[in-house]
């Protein structure tokens, strides 16, 4: 039972524009959000988060959104940068689950020149 | 300041074999966890430490044992290894009093059971 579900393994978007990356949740009990980048051959890093009592947080180029009611969140990188090429995960936790993580599948974005 | 440091980078292993994963962090987290990445299945995760002094099963346990030698350092065994553990290993931490649930991963540890 996968209970955060990235639907797009991958996306490609040129240099300057926008791009979306989405995830959906299952468990009505989660109330905090990360995103997390991964390059290849290291670890995750810390992206940005969001706690259920809000439904934006921005961070830079780097913007998440929470619907709450469609148990969605998507994250905004404006504008994208050939850096910013890796693999995201969503990943989230609820409060009492000493900070347990349940991660996504990851989307690979690739930002091309 | 490492953060989080993982022992081996790599490693290949006969089935049956065993052996033991190293991970440290300087950051003073109370919180510690170890997880697998797999192609097509994220992170999962393998068995976490809330506190010094106590661990607790995730996800995927099964083979695997771990012992959270004092705050520093977590480690993960595997007592006879099949080839299905072949995967990345992931150590992290967390400061689980700050509630912002942040962990900080190491460099990943890449095993092979052949």
């Known amino acids: 039972d996968q209970q955060v579900k990235q639907n797009s393994p991958s996306l490609s978007v040129q240099e300057g524009r926008i791009s979306i990356l989405n995830c959906d949740y299952t468990n009505s009990m989660f109330d905090y959000f990360l995103w997390y980048k991964k390059y290849p051959a290291e670890g995750p890093t810390f992206l940005i988060s969001i706690s259920s009592i809000k439904d934006k947080n921005e961070d830079g180029r780097f913007t998440v959104f929470l619907n709450k009611s469609a148990k969605h969140l998507s994250l905004h990188i404006v504008p994208s940068q050939p850096g910013d090429s890796a693999v995201y995960f969503c990943a989230a936790t609820h409060t009492g689950t000493a900070s347990k993580l349940t991660f996504g599948t990851g989307t690979r974005l690739q930002v091309t020149l | 300041n490492a953060g989080v440091t993982q022992t081996p980078k790599f490693q290949v292993l006969k089935t049956g074999q065993s052996m033991t994963l190293q991970c440290a962090q300087d950051m003073n987290h109370n919180s510690m966890y170890w997880y697998r990445q797999d192609p097509g299945m994220g992170l999962r995760l393998i068995y976490y430490?809330?506190?010094?002094?106590?661990?607790d099963k995730g996800e995927v346990p099964n083979g695997y044992n771990v012992s959270r030698l004092n705050k520093r350092e977590f480690s993960l065994r595997l007592e006879s290894a099949a080839p299905s553990q072949t995967s990345v290993y992931f150590c992290a931490s967390s400061e689980t009093q700050t509630l912002t649930y942040e962990q900080y991963f190491g460099p990943g540890t890449r095993l092979t059971v052949t």
């Open positions: 430490s809330a506190s010094e002094g106590t661990t």
